[in-house]
């Protein structure tokens, strides 16, 4: 074999081992369901972006590796965490955070607001694009939350009415909420205050999997 050919080989078999090792596109979806425009490799969400991680040898964060956290309290929760409640996926929320960052607003007229629920050490590690931090303790009596406090979260940052102590839902935003996962109680606590108050069920939507499944999925986040 001559010089050139050997050359000839040699490029050859490095361009077939590049192209073996190269990195695939990590897409969030292939246009299946009802959320096909976020599909692709990105979408915006106002100034900041959501994507997945594009190397193809990523693995889970640490922090959400522990398959065997001791219940109580990170038990299980249930798929249907209330009657109305909607439980939603990754397509959907992003779909809600698009909606959001565009000003658009659900078929009722409500404006959407996206809530992480947990509290500050969680959180300082990273949330879903486009979410603001509600932590579940601001709307718990239980956890020191004062009536006058949660009157103003309701108001002021949902956009529900007061009048003589009674709080009117007929303005106040559509709330998706989501916490660490499918085994935390967060999101579910918020839920559950925002029900006992008589926030509209069909105003709420929970994405179960948190971020266990966000993370699991390689998406980024933002903190």
Known sequence: MNIKSILSFAVITLLTVSITHAEKPVA??????????????????GNQKIMRNQNNKNTVNPSFAKTSRPCPPFCIQPME??????????????????????????????????????????????????????????????????????AEIMTEEFGAKEQNGLFYFDNAKTLVLYCNGMWCGQSPNNIKSLLKYGYPADKIKWYRGGMQNWEILGFNTVK
């Open 28 to 45: 969030i979806s292939k246009g299946d369901g009802p959320y096909s425009l976020e599909i692709g490799v990105s979408v915006d969400v």
């Open 81 to 150: 965490l209330r009657p109305g409640v909607e439980t939603i996926g990754e397509q959907e929320i992003i779909h809600y955070a698009v909606m959001m960052s565009k000003g658009q607003k659900m078929p009722d007229g409500s404006e959407i607001m996206i809530i992480d629920s947990r509290t500050p050490d969680w959180t300082a590690k990273g949330m879903i694009p486009g979410a603001v931090n509600l932590p579940w303790t601001l709307l718990s009596e239980r956890k020191g939350a004062d009536p006058i406090s949660i």
